[in-house]
C-alpha cells in the first residue's frame, strides 16, 4: 500500500531493472497491441465522437490492465515502478471531484464533467509551451486574461529574459521563471481579477523554475503546475521532484501525459489505451489534482487531427463513465492567428471536448510552437463550449457539426510548413489590446457559419 | 521467381515484418547460398525498410512496426557487415552515398522519438548510426564522432531553451578546428531552416524522409569537397 509520496521514490530507486528500449517496445507497444487485439479495439474516422459506450468502457478496462501489467518506467534509474493489485483503484478513488481554483471572487471550482453535461465547462485560455520573447509575454497574457469568459489563465514560455536567451538547466530558468509569475500577476492586477487561477511556471523544463517559484508572491497554492509525464508511462527525477515539491507547499498537480497518437501505443485505439493507463498511473506518479489531456499527433502535432479528437473524446468518456474525475483538455491547433483554419479547429476541438465531459484549455496556437496565438481563440473557444453545453448537443449531433469542420481545415495538415498565421502583435493592437479589425472580422464571419452549421446557441 | 529473388524477397519480408531472428536467418541463408552481400543490403534489407518508412509516411504503419524494422536491420546488418567490409575495402565507391553518423538529442532535452526515427531511416538507408541516446553533452557527441570518424554529427532538440547547445556544438568544432571535418545536421519540433543556418550547421528536414535526403546530400558535398581539396 502506498502511505506516502516517498513509496513512489523508494520503488523509483528499487524496482526491477529494464532498459527503455525494452520498456518502450516490449512493455508498451508490445503489451497495447496484445491488448487492443484482445478487447478488438477499432475506431472509424468518420465516428469522431463515438456514441458507444461500450467501446468507451472496454477502453477502460483495457487501459487499466495495462496500467496493472506494467506500471510506470523510471528514466532516471532504469527501473520499473510496480503497483500492487488494489493501488490503482484506492488512486481513482482519491481522484478529486471538486476543486478550487484561485481565490476571492474570481475564484472557480473545477468539477468532474459528465458526457453530455449541460453544465459549463470552465474556460483556461492560454498556450502552455508556446516561446515567447519578453515583449509578446505580458501583453498576450492580459489579451485572454480580460476575457470575461475566461475563467482561468496559463502561459507560454519566456525563452528569453533581459536580453538573455532561457537555456535548460541554467540558473537563468530560474529567473525566467519567476520574471514569468510577476508578469502572470501583473496580467491578472492589470486586468482586474488578481484572484483569478493559474496554471503556470512553464519557463523551466527542468525543475529549478517549479521550486523557485512555490512562494505565495509568485504560484499560491490555488494555483496549479505541470507534472509531466514522459512518453509513454514514464517519470523522471525532474518530474518526481515537482511532485515532492507541492507535498508540503499544496500548490494543485496537473499531471501531463502527452501521449503520442501514431506512436508506442500504434494507432488510435492504443493511443487511448495508453492515455487511460497514464491518468491512471499518474494519480500516483504525480499525485494528480487533475489531468491534463493532451494526444498529440505523430506527425502533425495539432489537436484537430481526426485521430487526436477521437482519442480526446474517448478517454474522456472512458473516465466520465467509469472513473469521473477533473479532466482539462487542451487544445494545439495547427494554425495560428489571423486565419480562419484556427477558428474552425478550435471549435472542431471545443465541441469534441465539451460534449465528451472535458473542460477547456487553449489554445496552443500554430502547435505550440510560436508566439502567435491571442485571446480572441481563447473567448471563442470558451463560446463554443458554452454553447454545446447550453444546447444539450449530442455526440451524435457533435459527430456531424465536427465532421462539417474538419472539411474546412483539414488540408491545412498537407500544407508543408503547417498553417502559422502571424505574431500576437501582428494580430492585436498593443495600445487598446483589441483583435486588429480584419482578426475581429475573420471571428464573426466564422462564428456565424459556425451557427450555421447547427450551433445555435452561440452567441 | 528465381531462387536468388526468392532469398533476397525472405530477407524484404523479415525487415517489414519487422522480425529479427526471421532477418538474421534469412540473410545468413542467403548468403550461405552464395548471395551477393550488396544485393541483400539493396534489394532485400533496404528495399524492406523502404516498405516500412513509406507505410509509416502514410498512416499504415506506426512508431512500434518502425522500432521491430530497426531491431530486425540491426540483426540482419551483423551477419551481412563483415562481407560488406571486405567488398567496400576493395571499392569504396560501391558505399553509395552513405557513411557515418553520429546521433543524439542534446544535453538537457530528452525527447528522442524523432531522433529515434530518424536514426532507423538512416539505418534502413544503409548509413552507420551511432545513436548516443538523450541529454547528451556536447563533448561527448564530439568525442564520439572523432572515435568513429563520422561523416555526420546529427543532433536534435524538441525544447527551446535546448536549442542553444546545438549551436554550442557547432561553435565548438570551431574553436576545436574540426568543423570541416564533419557535416552538422540539427533537427527537432522548432527546430527552422533558418535557425539551422544562423548556428552555422549545414541544413535541418522537416521529416525522417527528407533527413535521409539531407544526409545523402551531405555525403556528396563532403565527398566533392575532398576531391576539390576544400
Known amino acids: 500500500m502506498i502511505l506516502n509520496y516517498l513509496d513512489i521514490t523508494d520503488r523509483a530507486n528499487n524496482g526491477p531493472y529494464i532498459s527503455e528500449e525494452n520498456w518502450d517496445l516490449e512493455k508498451i507497444a508490445m503489451t497495447t497491441m496484445e491488448l487492443v487485439s484482445k478487447y478488438k479495439l477499432e475506431w472509424n474516422p468518420e465516428e469522431i465522437v463515438t456514441d458507444d459506450p461500450g467501446l468507451a468502457d472496454t477502453i477502460f478496462e483495457a487501459g487499466l490492465e495495462l496500467a496493472r501489467r506494467v506500471g510506470a518506467y523510471s528514466r532516471s534509474t532504469e527501473r520499473i515502478i510496480e503497483f500492487e493489485p488494489g493501488e490503482l483503484e484506492e488512486g481513482i478513488r482519491r481522484m478529486p471531484q471538486t476543486l478550487i481554483m484561485g481565490e476571492g471572487k474570481d475564484a472557480r471550482t473545477l468539477y468532474a464533467r459528465k458526457i453530455m453535461d449541460e453544465r459549463l465547462p470552465l474556460v483556461w485560455a492560454g498556450n502552455p509551451g508556446a516561446p515567447h520573447p519578453e515583449e509578446l509575454f505580458l501583453p498576450s497574457v492580459m489579451s485572454w486574461a480580460q476575457e470575461p469568459i475566461v475563467d482561468m489563465i496559463t502561459c507560454g514560455t519566456l525563452v528569453e529574459v533581459d536580453g538573455r536567451e532561457v537555456r535548460t538547466e541554467d540558473p537563468i530558468e530560474i529567473v525566467s521563471t519567476r520574471r514569468e509569475l510577476q508578469y502572470m500577476r501583473q496580467a491578472l492586477k492589470r486586468v482586474g481579477r488578481p484572484g483569478m487561477g493559474m496554471l503556470a511556471a512553464q519557463s523551466s523544463v527542468s525543475e529549478l523554475g517549479d521550486l523557485a517559484v512555490a512562494h505565495p508572491d509568485y504560484l499560491r497554492t490555488c494555483d496549479s503546475h505541470l507534472v509531466p509525464m514522459l512518453n509513454e508511462l514514464k517519470m523522471d527525477h525532474r518530474n518526481i521532484a515537482r511532485a515532492v515539491n507541492s507535498l508540503e507547499y499544496g500548490m494543485r498537480n496537473a499531471s501531463l501525459p502527452c501521449v503520442i497518437v501514431g506512436g508506442l501505443g500504434g494507432d488510435a485505439p492504443g493511443s487511448a489505451v495508453v492515455n487511460v493507463a497514464s491518468f491512471l498511473v499518474s494519480n500516483l506518479t504525480c499525485i494528480s489534482d487533475y489531468h491534463l489531456c493532451h494526444p498529440i499527433h505523430m506527425r502533425h502535432v495539432a489537436t484537430s487531427t481526426r485521430s487526436v479528437l477521437w482519442v480526446e473524446s474517448i478517454v474522456e468518456q472512458a473516465f466520465a463513465r467509469n472513473a469521473p474525475c477533473i479532466i482539462v483538455s487542451d487544445i494545439y491547433p495547427k494554425s495560428g492567428a489571423m486565419t480562419r483554419e484556427l477558428l474552425y479547429e478550435t471549435a472542431a476541438n471545443a465541441i469534441v471536448i465539451t460534449v465528451s465531459g472535458g473542460h477547456l484549455e487553449g489554445c496552443g496556437s500554430a502547435d505550440g510552437n510560436l508566439p502567435n496565438g491571442t485571446g480572441l481563440e481563447a473567448r471563442f473557444m470558451g463560446e463554443v463550449g458554452h454553447a454545446v453545453a447550453r444546447q444539450g448537443l449530442d455526440l451524435q449531433e457533435a459527430n456531424g457539426m465536427v465532421l462539417k469542420l474538419l472539411e474546412k481545415y483539414e488540408h491545412v495538415f498537407d500544407q508543408s510548413g503547417g498553417n502559422p498565421g502571424v505574431r500576437f502583435d501582428e494580430a492585436y493592437d498593443l495600445v487598446s489590446l483589441r483583435p486588429l479589425p480584419a482578426w475581429q472580422q475573420m471571428y464573426e464571419e466564422v462564428k456565424a457559419e459556425v451557427r450555421e452549421l447547427g450551433l445555435v446557441t452561440l452567441e | ?230
Open chain 2, 1 to 230: 521467381m528465381s531462387e536468388l529473388q526468392e532469398y533476397l524477397e525472405d530477407v524484404m519480408n523479415a525487415i517489414i515484418e519487422g522480425d529479427a531472428d526471421w532477418a538474421r536467418e534469412a540473410c545468413t541463408e542467403a548468403l550461405e547460398k552464395g548471395v551477393d552481400p550488396l544485393q541483400i543490403l539493396n534489394n532485400g534489407l533496404m528495399a524492406g525498410a523502404d516498405v516500412v518508412g513509406q507505410k509509416f509516411e502514410i498512416g499504415e504503419f506506426f512508431l512500434p512496426q518502425l522500432m521491430l524494422t530497426g531491431r530486425a536491420l540491426k540483426a540482419a546488418m551483423a551477419v551481412i557487415e563483415p562481407r560488406l567490409q571486405s567488398i567496400y575495402a576493395e571499392n569504396e565507391d560501391l558505399k553509395g552515398d552513405t557513411g557515418v553518423v553520429v546521433m543524439a538529442t542534446v544535453k538537457t532535452d530528452i525527447h528522442d522519438i524523432g531522433k529515434n526515427i530518424v536514426a532507423s531511416m538512416l539505418t534502413a538507408s544503409g548509413f552507420t548510426v551511432h545513436d548516443l541516446g538523450v541529454d547528451v553533452p556536447i563533448k561527448s557527441i564530439i568525442a564520439k564522432a572523432q572515435e568513429v570518424d563520422a561523416n555526420i554529427i546529427g543532433c536534435s532538440a524538441l525544447l527551446t531553451t535546448s536549442m542553444p547547445f546545438m549551436r554550442d556544438l557547432v561553435n565548438l568544432l570551431e574553436a576545436m578546428g574540426e568543423r570541416a571535418r564533419f557535416k552538422v545536421m540539427v533537427g527537432g519540433a522548432s527546430v527552422t531552416p533558418e535557425f539551422a543556418e544562423k548556428i552555422g550547421a549545414d541544413g535541418t528536414a522537416p521529416n525522417a524522409v527528407k533527413a535521409v535526403q539531407l544526409a545523402q546530400q551531405l555525403i556528396r558535398n563532403q565527398r566533392a569537397e575532398k576531391e576539390a581539396g576544400t
